[in-house]
């Protein structure tokens, strides 16, 4: 099992760029598939990128394309969300979140491991 905490949260201007890091802590990092969800105030926590256990596919949400990458390190335990020429849509909590059940995070599920869900707002 593996403990999640998020970094890279903060306050940037439409336009520009912001890279999160979700750092697992325990064993087994690289059977994890892991991903990213987020939710702005007042909505449902929606899927944004999963990347598989190998790191070799990678899913997004269609309203982020083109705008996010995900990369993983196995290395180094850790997964990362670069996202690019961010707008004030984009202004929620991003969750990172991993699982072993499947070889994507897409779903919301209960049985995910989750981060502590560190702040991005995007101002005008």
């Known amino acids: 099992q593996v403990q999640l905490v998020e970094s890279g949260g903060g306050l940037v201007q439409a336009g520009a760029s912001l890279r999160l890091t979700c750092a697992a802590s325990?064993?087994?990092?690289?059977?994890?598939?892991m991903g990213w969800f987020r939710q702005a105030p007042g909505k449902e926590r929606e899927f944004v990128a999963s990347?598989?256990?190998?790191?070799?596919?990678?899913s997004f949400a269609r309203s982020v394309q083109g705008r996010f990458a995900i990369s993983r390190d196995n290395a180094k335990n850790t997964v990362y969300l670069q996202m690019s020429n961010l707008r004030p849509g984009y202004t929620a909590i991003y969750y990172c979140?991993?699982?072993?059940?499947?070889?994507?995070?897409?779903?919301?599920?209960?049985?995910?491991?989750w981060g502590q869900g560190p702040q991005v707002t995007v101002s005008s």
């Open positions: 979140a991993a699982t072993t059940v499947r070889d994507a995070v897409i779903d919301d599920a209960d049985s995910y491991t």
């Open positions: 325990g064993r087994g990092f690289s059977n994890y598939a």
């Open positions: 990347i598989s256990a190998s790191g070799l596919t990678e």
